[in-house]
């Protein structure tokens, strides 16, 4: 992966497919890869784990909300505090938030008014 630009190549199934980081909603660890999700509602498998991607994505839209959980701050819809703290993102996909990263999340969406 490489996110120097506004390009992430992403290495799948023999083939680099080449998007936008906006095009990626979320990211979410499965043991060595991790499923791409984007915001079209494709997904893809990458053979990298996630703390791979994170640092391949190299972009600051995108937060680790949780140890499975890579998300682009764009896609975030609502922030739920009851019933657990987690994410909605667009989508309607709900995101777990834990309680060791919930404060550096508040901290880059901004303080509520």
Known sequence: MN???????ISVSGKIIYVNHNDIAYCNANGNYTNIYFANGNK?????????VEKGIDNNNFI???NSYLVNKNQIKEFI???GTYLVLHSGKTIPVSRSKKAALLELLGNPL
């Open 64 to 66: 680790r909300v949780h």
């Open 3 to 9: 996110g120097k630009n506004d390009k992430v190549a």
């Open 81 to 83: 505090k009851s019933d």
């Open 44 to 52: 893809e498998l990458v053979s990298k784990k996630i703390k791979e």
